[in-house]
């Protein structure tokens, strides 16, 4: 039996996604669990098995396009089977594995913990087929599109005919032509309200219909490319957004003596060289930056608008930003304050590899309660770095580089590290940050207590 193999729900609220690259093709055979596609989402490219084992029917997207949650990404069934020519590929908004009946975007799909390793599978459902039309249809409408909107339509009464509603809504449904197929019940036994039709409404008004998009390569001035906005890219752009229209940001800057942390480091490198360990100054960081935590709870946290209350978070997972060809993937490292130096660092090198090659798992980039950004990589000093929302703040590292300064009375040339610290105003003032960078200097000017 031909079945509909929908792109699944694969958690942290994704809805979308691109086609990477089909791994097999019309007529090939799959077992089960194997992955047929690779899909972008907006934090990484996954590999999509297959749920059941049989012969690929039909393909419905094409590498490069983009697919949302819940739409059709190819029938699977046995060899010869026949597929309708236009199979659904409505998508679906999904909740504990069941689809709701209510207008489109009106709901978002509840996020679904993936535990690592573990494969997401998506939904089957029997694949509509050309024998489901019946012969007296076939004959009054002779023509295949005609037949097509014939059934359409027919499924489309049928199920606002199921639809539990009274006469009087399903009047007030017609008068804003409003299907109630479409609709999610509230009353008694899922019975759709008055309520529930004029919201329907309201949301379909705000909704504006497509129309064609003239598109041109050329301003006044000259030519110009346009590239979408999309996948990781776009998941970035709307996660900056609603972090600085959400949270007040002030940022806090200073600058670090790491003279002997820089001595330190050329001293250990080689050793963590010969045992595979890739020694940079990011663990030092991370490791200052989680025991200075523990005093300073404020900048461990997250608001909760909705219930007026600051959560106060007692473990230490250290987000670092990586730089990847499609923008910037923040992995965890997590209980950062139990580890050593040299964990922390192999952590941290294969973290970010997986993050450039986009094999990481979205488990590994869950959970973070702290950031850091390292902008020093690409030559700079300070910054006004964005806050990875809902954390409460983020500490951008700059260049190290030699600086003329006065100490115990002489001129010497030490190694400064500059630091932007940028916090939710809602939750911490700015001596509660100024102590807390104080802190984070103390351990880093001071090789002996973050090692201790």
């Not at 979308?16 to 992955?35: R, T």
């Not at 949650?69 to 069941?98: F, N």
């Not at 940079?280 to 025991?291: D, H």
């Amino acid at each position: 039996m031909a079945k509909e193999f929908k792109f699944p729900d694969v958690g942290e609220g994704i809805a979308e996604g691109d086609i990477v690259k089909w791994l097999v093709k019309e007529g090939d055979n799959v077992s089960e669990h194997q992955a047929i596609v690779k899909i972008e989402t907006s934090k990484a490219i996954v590999d999509i098995p297959s749920p059941t084992s049989g012969t690929v029917l039909k393909i419905n997207f094409k590498e490069g396009e983009n697919v949302k949650v819940g739409q059709v990404l190819a029938v699977i069934g046995d060899r010869g089977e026949k597929t309708a020519s236009h199979p659904s590929t409505t998508p679906a908004t999904e909740t504990g594995g069941q689809q709701s009946r209510v207008v489109q975007q009106q709901t978002k799909a509840q996020p679904v913990i993936v535990p690592r390793g573990v494969a997401v599978v998506g939904e089957l459902e029997e694949a509509k087929t050309s024998g489901a039309v019946c012969d007296v249809c076939r004959l009054a409408f002779p023509n295949q599109q005609k037949l097509s909107e014939h059934v359409a339509q027919e499924h489309k009464t049928q199920a606002a005919a199921q639809a539990l509603a009274t006469p009087a809504v399903r009047a007030l449904a017609r008068q804003y032509n409003l299907d109630l197929a479409k609709v999610s019940g509230t009353g008694p036994a899922s019975r759709i309200t008055e309520a529930d039709v004029k919201k329907a409404v309201e949301f379909q008004q705000q909704v504006k219909p497509e129309t064609p998009r003239v598109v041109k390569k050329y301003d006044f001035f000259g030519y110009v490319d346009r590239v979408p906005l999309k996948g990781m890219r776009k998941s970035i752009a709307d996660n900056m957004v609603k972090s600085l229209f959400t949270a007040p940001h002030v940022t806090h800057m200073d600058e670090i003596d790491v003279t002997d942390l820089w001595a330190h480091r050329e001293k250990e490198k080689k050793s963590a060289e010969q045992n595979g360990v890739k020694l940079t100054f990011m663990p030092y960081v991370i490791k200052a930056v989680s025991a200075a935590l523990k005093n300073h709870p404020y900048l461990n946290a997250a608001m909760d608008s909705e219930n007026q209350e600051i959560i106060l978070k007692k473990y230490y997972n250290i987000g670092f930003a990586v730089a990847t060809e499609d923008g910037l993937l923040v992995p965890v490292v997590k209980a950062a304050e139990r580890k050593g130096l040299r964990d922390i660092a192999k952590e941290v090198e294969g973290l970010a590899q997986k993050a450039r090659d986009r094999t990481i798992d979205l488990m590994q980039m869950r959970g973070g309660t702290f950031t850091i950004t390292n902008i020093g990589s690409v030559g700079g000093l300070f910054a006004t770095p964005i806050i990875n929302y809902p954390e409460s703040a983020i500490l951008a590292l700059g260049k190290i580089h030699d600086k003329v300064a006065v100490v115990d009375g002489k001129i010497q040339i030490r190694k400064a590290l500059p630091v932007s610290l940028a916090f939710d105003h809602r939750i911490l003032d700015g001596a509660e940050a100024a102590a807390f960078v104080n802190e984070v200097k103390k351990y880093l000017e001071d090789v002996a207590l973050l090692i201790s």
